[in-house]
C-alpha cells in the first residue's frame, strides 16, 4: 500500500469530516424567546407579511410610514400619503400623535378619505385634498363606529353613549353597574357573539344589549397586588344554576327616542346574532330555549319594538348552535342568506321573505362544511365562501353561483387560504400557507382566477435544526372515521432509536390542532420540544370542529368519553412505531386539553408517565352555563353524565407525575376545579404538582409565556426523559 496515498486519504478523510461537523455546528438552536409569542425574538422567526386593506377594489399597503396603492396587475405601488403627511394634518398633540399606519382603514370607495385612530382620537381624513375632516374624542370601551352616520357606540362607567360626528353625546343608561351590563358581549361570548352594540345599515339607529346578571351567583376571585388583597368577585353563572336575562334596545339617532324589543320573558332564554333590514325597518335574531334544542329565528319592528313573526325555526334532539347573523342579498333586499348544519354539515340557504312559507332553499351541500361566507359579488351575483370542500383539513376560497348554486374554486386547491374580499366583491387578496410553504399573498380576481404573486415569504426557520413535520390518518374508536394527526420528529431523527414522546392535546368542540398550513400548523412548542430530543403527536379526535354535525355531537351527555378513546387509538398507533418509547409516553394540554390530559392520566394511569394540564376543567358542574348546557345538559337531568365525566373520582388513580397549572385570577376555568381536585388527591394520597401565575387569566400574557413554557418542557425533562 502506498503510504503517502493513505495519509493524503486519511487528511481528506479528517478534513470532510470536520468540514461536515462544521457545517452541521452552523445551524441555530431555538429558543423560547423565538418561537413563543411572548418572546423577545419572536418576531425573527414569523414569515414575512404585507399589511393589506381594500379601499373600493384598490387594494392598499399600510406601512408604518407609508401607505401605497399596489397595481393589482404587475403589482407596482404607488405611494398615497407618508406618516408625515398624516402628522402634519391631525393638529394632534404629541401624546396623541400617529405613531403608524398600519390600521389605516379606506372606508369609502369613491373618496380619497382614510381613517386612523390614535389612543384619543378618531379621525377622517382627505389625503388627496390634504384635509382633516372628522376628529372625534376616543374614551371608554367596546367602541363602535358607524362610517355611514359617523356616530360612535361606548361605554363608560358601565353606561352606554352614542357620540355624533358634531362630538354631541347622547347617554344611553342610567343604572349601568357590574350587576347591569350594557352594549357589551352577553351570554359569556357563545353563539358568535363577540360584541354588544350593532348599528344599523345607514347608521340611523343602534341594537344594543342590556344584560341583568344581579340574579347570578358572585366567584370570589382576589387581587393579590394591592398591600391587602381585595375582593374582586366575577359573575359567574355555573351549569344548573340561576342565569342572566338579556334584553334588545333599539336607540334612534334621529330623535333620540329608546325602544326595547318586546321579546318577552327572557328568563332562560338566549338572544344572539343581531342583524337588520337593509330599509333598517326591521331586526331579525336567533331565539334558543336554555335547553338550545328549539332555534328560532324571529323578526321584530325596530320603531315600535312589537314582535312580527317566527320566520324559521330547527330543532335537535342534542343542539342546536347558531353562530352566523342571517345577511341579505345585496341585489334583492327580500332574500336573506342563513347558515344551519340542518343536513349534517354547515350550509348556506337561501330565505324568500316574499314566500309565505319563506321558500327556504339550499345552496351548497356535500359532506364538508362552510367555514366563512365572506361577501358577495353584486355584479355576477355570486357568494364567496371558505370551505373544506377539498379536503378535510384545507381552508380554501370559493364562488358560489345563487341561482344554479355551482361552486367555483378561486385559489390554487390547496393549503390553507385566508381571503380578504374586496367591497364590490371582484377581487381577493389571499394570505395562505401550506406545509411547506411559510406564506404567499396573491391577488385574484374572482371571476377569472389568475392569481398575482405579491409576497413570497422566504423561510425564517432556514440556518436553524428544524423538526420534520408530518400528518397521516387514522382510525377513531368508531373504527370507521378517518382522525388526521400530526408528527413532529427531531432534526436528526433516528428511527432505530427509542423516544420519549408528548401527546399534545386539546379534544374539545370548535377547535382543531391539524389542518394544512406551514408545518401542518404546529405548535412552536413542539418544536423545542423535538429539539431536545422528544417526538410530538398530535391527534384531533370526534368532537372537534370542521367535521359536520355528527362527527362533534358524539360527546353530548358525555364529555371527554368518546374523545379518550379515539386519543388511545392514536397511542396504539404510536405503539406499533418501533421508534416509540412505550415506556415514556407524557401527555400535555390547556383548558379543555387541560381536562383531556387528567382524564388520560387517571384512566389510563399504566400509559401516561407525565402530564402536565393548564386551567384544567375537572367538573362540569363548575364550568358556565352556556357552553356546559350545550355538552352536558344541566347536572339535574344528566346526573349520571356528570358523575361520570368528573375527575374528582378519578384522583385516587392518579400514577405518573402529574403537573397542574393555572392562572390565579381565570374567569373562564375558575381556580375551584384544580383546587378541588387537589383536594381530592389528598384525601386519596396522590401527589399532583401545582403551580400558579398570580394575576393572569385562562392563557398567559406576554412575557409570561415564555416562563409558562419553560415550566412546561423543565416538567417533561424532569421526569419522561
Not at 412548542?525 to 431536545?532: G, I, V
Not at 384531533?540 to 355528527?550: A, K, L, P, T, V
Amino acid at each position: 500500500m502506498n503510504k503517502d496515498y493513505f495519509c493524503k486519504g486519511a487528511i481528506i478523510l479528517m478534513l470532510s469530516f470536520m468540514t461536515a461537523t462544521f457545517a452541521m455546528a452552523q445551524n441555530k438552536q431555538f429558543t423560547l424567546e423565538e418561537l413563543n409569542y411572548g418572546g423577545k425574538n419572536y418576531r425573527q422567526t414569523v414569515p414575512e407579511t404585507r399589511y393589506l386593506t381594500w379601499w373600493g377594489d384598490e387594494l392598499v399597503r399600510t406601512e408604518a410610514e407609508y401607505c401605497s396603492v399596489i397595481d393589482k396587475k404587475t403589482g407596482a405601488e404607488k405611494n398615497l400619503f407618508t406618516l408625515a403627511d398624516i402628522q402634519a394634518l391631525t393638529n394632534s398633540d404629541e401624546h396623541n400623535q400617529m405613531r403608524h399606519l398600519y390600521n389605516a382603514a379606506f372606508p369609502y370607495p369613491d373618496k380619497t378619505v382614510v381613517m386612523l385612530i390614535n389612543g384619543k382620537e378618531r379621525m377622517l381624513i382627505d389625503w388627496a385634498k390634504k384635509e382633516l375632516l372628522l376628529k372625534i374624542d376616543r374614551e371608554g370601551e367596546a367602541e363602535d363606529f358607524s362610517q355611514e352616520s359617523h356616530a360612535t357606540a361606548y361605554v363608560k362607567d358601565d353606561n352606554l353613549f352614542v357620540r355624533t360626528k358634531d362630538n354631541k353625546t347622547h347617554q344611553l343608561s342610567t343604572d349601568g353597574s357590574r350587576e347591569i351590563v350594557y352594549g357589551q358581549s352577553v351570554h359569556r361570548d357563545e353563539f358568535g357573539i363577540t360584541k354588544g352594540t350593532f348599528w344599523s345599515p345607514k347608521g340611523n339607529k343602534l341594537a344594543f344589549y342590556r344584560m341583568d346578571q344581579s340574579m347570578v351567583t358572585d366567584y370570589p376571585q382576589v387581587d393579590i397586588f394591592n398591600r391587602t388583597a381585595t375582593y374582586e368577585p366575577d359573575k359567574y353563572p355555573m351549569a344548573g344554576e340561576t342565569s342572566h336575562k338579556v334584553s334588545i334596545g333599539v336607540f334612534n339617532l334621529n330623535d333620540g327616542s329608546i325602544r326595547y324589543l318586546e321579546t318577552g320573558d327572557p328568563t332562560d332564554r338566549y338572544f344572539t346574532n343581531i342583524s337588520w333590514n337593509p330599509d333598517e325597518k326591521t331586526i331579525y335574531m336567533f331565539e334558543l330555549n336554555r335547553d338550545q334544542n328549539d332555534c328560532r329565528l324571529v323578526s321584530y319592528d325596530a320603531q315600535t319594538g312589537k314582535r312580527m313573526k317566527v320566520l324559521y325555526q330547527e330543532t335537535n334532539d342534542k343542539y342546536v348552535e347558531p353562530l352566523h347573523p342571517i345577511t341579505f342579498l345585496p341585489w334583492d333586499n327580500t332574500m336573506f342568506v342563513f347558515q344551519s348544519q340542518r343536513d349534517g354539515y354547515n350550509h348556506l340557504y337561501l330565505y324568500d321573505t316574499k314566500k309565505a312559507d319563506g321558500n327556504i332553499r339550499q345552496l351548497t351541500r356535500g359532506e364538508w362544511v362552510v367555514m366563512e361566507m365572506l361577501g358577495f359579488d353584486s355584479k355576477a351575483k355570486r357568494i364567496i365562501i371558505s370551505s373544506n370542500e377539498c379536503n378535510p383539513i384545507q381552508k380554501n376560497t370559493w364562488t358560489v353561483d345563487v341561482k344554479s348554486g355551482k361552486r367555483t374554486l378561486i385559489d390554487d386547491g390547496a393549503g390553507w387560504h385566508y381571503s380578504y374580499l374586496s367591497p364590490s366583491g371582484q377581487w381577493i387578496y389571499d394570505n395562505y400557507s401550506e406545509p411547506d410553504v411559510p406564506r404567499k399573498i396573491d391577488v385574484t380576481n374572482t371571476s377569472k382566477p389568475k392569481a398575482l404573486n405579491l409576497l413570497t415569504a422566504s423561510d425564517p426557520w432556514k440556518g436553524y435544526d428544524v423538526p420534520t413535520f408530518t400528518s397521516g390518518t387514522i382510525k377513531a374508536a368508531d373504527g370507521v372515521t378517518d382522525l388526521y394527526y400530526r408528527m413532529v420528529k427531531p432534526h436528526d431523527f433516528d428511527e432505530t432509536k427509542k423516544y420519549p414522546t408528548v401527546i399534545y392535546v386539546y379534544g374539545g368542540p370548535h377547535a382543531h390542532n391539524v389542518d394544512a398550513r406551514w408545518h401542518y400548523s404546529s405548535r412552536s412548542w413542539e418544536t423545542y420540544m423535538a429539539q431536545k430530543g422528544y417526538v410530538l403527536f398530535i391527534l384531533d379526535n370526534r368532537g372537534s370542529e370542521n367535521r359536520g354535525r355528527d362527527f362533534e355531537q358524539v360527546t353530548f351527555r358525555q364529555l371527554g368519553q368518546e374523545e379518550m378513546k379515539d386519543q388511545m387509538k392514536g397511542v396504539e398507533f404510536l405503539k406499533s412505531l418501533p421508534y416509540i418509547d412505550q415506556n415514556r409516553i407524557g401527555v400535555h394540554g390547556w383548558s379543555y386539553g387541560g381536562y383531556m390530559t387528567i382524564s388520560l392520566m387517571t384512566n389510563y394511569p399504566d400509559v401516561f408517565k407525565v402530564g402536565v394540564a393548564g386551567g384544567p376543567v375537572i367538573d362540569w358542574k363548575w364550568y358556565e352555563v352556556m357552553y356546559g348546557e350545550r355538552y352536558m345538559d344541566t347536572p339535574q337531568s344528566n346526573p349520571e353524565g356528570y358523575a361520570k365525566t368528573s375527575l374528582l373520582r378519578q384522583a385516587p388513580n392518579l400514577k405518573g407525575k402529574l403537573q397542574i397549572i393555572t392562572g390565579y385570577n381565570d374567569k373562564t376555568v375558575v381556580p375551584q376545579h384544580c383546587l378541588s381536585f387537589i383536594a381530592e388527591c389528598i384525601k386519596a394520597g396522590t401527589q399532583p404538582d401545582f403551580f400558579v401565575y398570580p394575576g393572569e387569566p385562562h392563557n398567559m400574557r406576554g412575557h409570561q409565556s415564555v416562563h409558562l413554557h419553560e415550566r412546561i418542557t423543565q416538567y417533561f425533562e424532569d421526569y419522561l426523559k
